[in-house]
């Protein structure tokens, strides 16, 4: 099994209302050794940093970081790939949620083919986080 870090990227603005259940599901995963950068939008105006910094204090995996230029999503997300310190790269939006095995199946999953690179199908789900009943399947891709 591989037991490699991962680094779990989240740009997040005005993500109040979510980003505590997206880190949830994070400190949720079966597989443990990964890192959560989170960079928060300069121009976020609500508690989102405040949150972030409070799951930050208490397991040191979570890093809040604080954009210093409102640059966007695609930006600090690159903010955060140049901080990340893992083998592997995966993306959480603020508004989103990880089955808890959804880390150690990739991985696995990975591992046992051979690939550099996957993604996953998602299901959407309302505000309280009812599913909306669809789920938009991960498509296999030779590159």
């Avoid at 680094?7 to 997040?12: D, L």
């Avoid at 209302?17 to 960079?39: C, G, K, M, P, R």
């Avoid at 939008?41 to 995996?61: G, H, L, W």
């Avoid at 954009?67 to 603020?94: Q, W």
């Amino acid at each position: 099994m591989n037991t490699e870090l991962v680094s779990i990227v989240t740009p997040a603005y005005n993500a109040q209302a979510f980003i505590s259940a997206t880190i949830d599901s994070v400190l949720a995963q079966t597989y443990s050794n990964w890192e959560h950068l989170i960079v928060i939008d300069c121009n976020s105006k609500d508690r989102t940093e405040e949150i972030v910094q409070e799951y930050a204090r208490k397991d040191p995996r979570v890093k809040c970081i604080k954009s210093p230029l409102a640059k966007g999503a695609a930006a600090n997300r690159n903010t955060a790939l140049a901080m990340a310190k893992g083998t592997f790269i995966a993306f959480v939006d603020a508004d989103d949620l990880w089955v808890p095995q959804k880390l150690e199946k990739q991985l696995a999953f990975m591992e046992k083919n051979n690939y550099d690179f996957t993604y996953t199908a998602f299901t959407r789900i309302s505000e309280d986080g009812s599913s909306l009943g669809m789920t938009l399947p991960a498509k296999k891709r030779e590159l």
